[in-house]
């Protein structure tokens, strides 16, 4: 029984670390994002969820599929009963798109990145009810 305790105590523990630690070069990008004035207060906060072979994985809510219409009137809310052609849908998905251009920009800067990959955040998107391809 004992055995037991011991082996699942360690499969645990094996579970939680791979669930919440994050090595440290990770840590730091995510700071540094953080840390941008014009990052701060976006309803949309990127992240790095991995860095492999310098290749960082950053979560987005853009896809190929996915509605940035959709993308954007969760965002700001007060976009949300506009038809996709007013203008003021346009500047938030290009508001968009610049704060992903500038946190990919940031992140690539990093010595320890060659390259980025942009990672679909499907939690999020189903959280705020966006369909997306599967």
Do not use: C
């Not at 440290?24 to 992240?47: C, G, H, I, T």
């Not at 998905?93 to 992140?107: C, P």
Request: glycine share 2%; net charge neutral.
């Amino acid at each position: 029984m004992k055995i037991y305790a011991a082996v699942l105590s360690l499969v645990v523990v094996t579970i939680l670390l791979k669930a919440f630690y994050q090595p440290s070069d990770v840590r730091e990008l995510n700071a540094l994002l953080a840390q941008q004035e014009q990052l701060k207060d976006y309803p949309y906060q990127f992240r790095v969820l991995q860095i492999d072979n310098g290749v960082a994985v950053i979560s987005s809510p853009r896809a190929a599929g996915v509605s940035v219409p959709a993308i954007v009137k969760v965002l700001d809310p007060s976009l949300k009963d506009l038809p996709i052609t007013d203008d003021r849908i346009f500047e938030a998905q290009r508001r968009l798109a610049e704060i992903q251009s500038a946190v990919g920009n940031l992140v690539e800067a990093s010595p320890n990145v060659s390259r980025i990959r942009w990672k679909l955040d499907e939690e999020w998107l189903r959280n705020h009810g966006i369909a997306f391809p599967h």
